[in-house]
Each structure stands twice: as C-alpha cells, then as structure tokens.
C-alpha cells in the first residue's frame, strides 16, 4: 500500500525521536556492541528523550502555532522561536543541553536579543555545534520547495548558532529532510541523485568534501566506524550532519536499520541517530517503524499530534 504523505511527516518527528532516545544512553562510547543496543531496543523501559527532541516538539510547534493563527503568515518568526527554545531549555533543563547553548538560552531568557546572544560564546565566533541541525526537520513539514525549507533551516538556526558551519548543518539536514519526504518509498532511492540535491544547497568547501566522502563510503561496504572516522563523530555539525546523511544513505528502505547503524558509529550518537531517524521516518513513514519503540517513547502523542497539524 502507498504510503501517505500524513504517515511520512508523522514517520519524520517519530524517526527524530527514536534515534534521540535510542541513541542517548551511548553517547560519548567510541564502540557499541551489538548485543549492548540489542538489549536496549528490547528494554521494557520507556524511552526518554534528550535536548534534541526537546528543541524538535519546540520548532514544530512554532511552526504549527504560525499556521493556525495566519496560514498565510511567514512560518518562522525568529523572536518568538528564540524565546521558544530558551523556554524549551528552562522547563527541562536536565536534557542534556550542550555547555554553550545554555549561555545563549540563559541570555535569550533575560531578555538579551538573540542576535547578540547567540554571539556572546565562544569568544564571538558563537557555536559550531549540531544543535541547530538537530532540530529543524520539521522545517520540512511546511517548506514550499527545496530552496523554502533550506531558507527556513537557516533561519531556525541563526537565533542560537552565530557560526557558519552550525548554520550550513541545519540548511544541509533540512534539504535532506525535504527530499527524503519527497522520495517514493515504493522507488529506490537514487543516492546520486539525493547527494547533488544537497550539492545545491550548501557550497563551502569543507562541505562539498564532506558529501563527496560520503559518495565514496557508498561505493564501499564500510562499517560504522570506518565512516565514523572517515565523516566524524562528534558534536561539530560538519562532524555529524554529514554522518547522519550517510546513515540514512546507507540503509534508506529500513529505519530501524539506519537507526542503528547511526548508533553503531558511536559519538555523539543520540544526534546522528535523531537526525538519521528523521531521514528515514520520512522517507518510509511512521507505519515501518517498529511499533514496540513506538509505544515505549515518551512523547509519541505529541509528536503525532503536531505531524499531523503540519501535514
Ligand atoms: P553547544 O553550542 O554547547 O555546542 C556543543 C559543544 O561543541 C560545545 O559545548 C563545545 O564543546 C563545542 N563547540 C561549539 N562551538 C564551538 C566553538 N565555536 N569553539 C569551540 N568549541 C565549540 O550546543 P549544541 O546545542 O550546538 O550541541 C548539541 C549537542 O549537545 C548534541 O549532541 C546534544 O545531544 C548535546 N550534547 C549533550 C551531551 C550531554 O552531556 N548529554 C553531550 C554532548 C552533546
Ligand atoms: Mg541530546
Ligand atoms: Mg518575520
Ligand atoms: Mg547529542
């Protein structure tokens, strides 16, 4: 049977979740056995979410409260998103924010512009790292075309991430949120195709390098550690927005599978899984993901709810 279009924006937020929740208890490990994540899908344990989520239910639900009061109204307004996530981060602080993305929200929170927040770190430069990235998919739930939802990628990002390379991360996995949601599930995915379509949206070089490694691995059988450390692993959006690309590359037709592999490459594992999962999720849709992660993760209804407000 065809897959809707409403079961792959649910199959987006879904996959983001699972692969966060999945993912966090082996954060930081460089190896991960497989009967260790074995024993963890299996768990009768609810799965619980980390900051990555958290900022995820707050961009989509931005997004979905512009659309309810103007559908016709621009789907971002930056203000109101900054004050968003920082509220995000004060309800649930215990999520596993990243050290500098607590200074930005705690400025944005008393009420410092995020304009300057968002460069009061890191000595001006502002953050590097994949928070912005992890967060906008949804932004795909509502682009127009490519070019809308990488515009709306950008845009999510710069109200906590001043550097450039954090931005081109959240453009970069926005556009692979577009075109995943677009792809036939039915039809193979032609991975060629899918990485020039992301060629197109970001042109600094150390990006271009990165999509060009991961049409190499491609060519290749290589393990999780190997493209680990061949794309990185890390918490830097160019070490892990890439990475995340490749996982779901790897194994498009299977999210489950493109969970674990994303697991299995270590690192910051809760992210690239998150980022992978949401890849997979919409491209095949919440009905192939496992039902009994489903079940045991904690925001499932709220993320049905808002997939199926933004579908
Ligand atoms: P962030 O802005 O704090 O960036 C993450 C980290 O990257 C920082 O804490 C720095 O160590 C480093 N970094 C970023 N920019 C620079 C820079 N310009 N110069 C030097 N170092 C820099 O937070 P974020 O929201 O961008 O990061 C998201 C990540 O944080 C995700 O992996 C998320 O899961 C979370 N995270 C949590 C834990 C944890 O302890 N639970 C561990 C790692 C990451
Ligand atoms: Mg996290
Ligand atoms: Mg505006
Ligand atoms: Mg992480």
């Known amino acids: 049977m065809a897959v809707t279009r409403n079961d792959k924006c649910r199959g987006l937020l879904l996959g983001a979740g699972l692969g966060d929740a999945l993912g966090a208890p082996f954060e930081g490990r460089s190896r991960v056995g497989s009967a260790t994540l074995t024993a963890e899908e299996e768990a009768p344990s609810n799965l619980v979410h980390t900051d990555d989520t958290a900022?995820?239910?707050?961009?989509?639900?931005?997004?979905?409260?512009?659309?309810?009061?103007?559908?016709?109204?621009?789907?971002?307004?930056?203000?109101?998103?900054?004050?968003?996530?920082?509220?995000?981060?004060?309800?649930?602080?215990?999520?596993?924010?990243?050290?500098?993305?607590?200074?930005?929200?705690?400025?944005?929170?008393?009420?410092?512009?995020?304009?300057?927040?968002?460069?009061?770190?890191?000595?001006?430069?502002?953050?590097?790292?994949?928070?912005?990235?992890?967060?906008?998919?949804?932004v795909a739930l509502v682009g127009r075309s490519l070019?809308?939802?990488?515009?709306?990628?950008?845009?999510?990002?710069?109200?906590?991430?001043?550097?450039?390379?954090?931005?081109?991360?959240?453009?970069?996995?926005?556009?692979?949120?577009?075109?995943?949601?677009?792809?036939?599930?039915?039809?193979?995915?032609?991975?060629?195709?899918?990485?020039?379509?992301?060629?197109?949206?970001?042109?600094?070089?150390?990006?271009?390098?990165?999509?060009?490694?991961?049409?190499?691995?491609?060519?290749?059988?290589?393990?999780?550690?190997?493209?680990?450390?061949?794309?990185?692993?890390?918490?830097?959006?160019?070490?892990?927005?890439?990475?995340?690309?490749?996982a779901f590359l790897r194994n498009p037709d299977d999210s489950a599978e493109t969970i674990r592999y994303a697991i299995h490459i270590g690192g910051d594992t809760d992210t690239i899984a998150s980022m992978a999962g949401a890849l997979a999720g919409a491209r095949n849709g919440a009905k192939a993901l496992p039902t009994r992660w489903i079940r045991r993760l904690e925001p499932t209804a709220r993320l049905v709810e808002l997939a199926d407000r933004l579908s």
């Not at 649930?92 to 050290?99: S, V």
């Not at 929200?105 to 430069?125: K, N, Y």
């Open 147 to 246: 070019q809308h939802t990488v515009e709306l990628g950008y845009r999510s990002a710069v109200v906590s991430h001043a550097h450039p390379d954090a931005q081109h991360g959240a453009a970069l996995q926005a556009a692979a949120a577009f075109l995943a949601l677009c792809s036939d599930p039915a039809t193979p995915l032609d991975s060629t195709l899918f990485l020039q379509g992301l060629g197109q949206v970001v042109h600094a070089p150390a990006w271009q390098d990165k999509l060009d490694r991961i049409a190499e691995l491609l060519t290749r059988r290589s393990t999780p550690q190997h493209a680990g450390a061949i794309l990185g692993n890390g918490v830097a959006a160019l070490e892990s927005v890439p990475t995340a690309v490749l």
């Open 55 to 138: 900022l995820t239910l707050a961009l989509a639900e931005h997004l979905a409260a512009r659309r309810a009061a103007n559908p016709l109204d621009d789907a971002i307004d930056e203000d109101t998103l900054a004050q968003r996530f920082a509220e995000a981060w004060r309800r649930e602080p215990w999520r596993g924010f990243g050290g500098g993305i607590i200074e930005v929200f705690g400025l944005i929170h008393e009420g410092v512009p995020w304009h300057r927040a968002s460069r009061a770190i890191f000595g001006g430069e502002g953050s590097f790292g994949n928070g912005a990235a992890m967060r906008v998919a949804p």
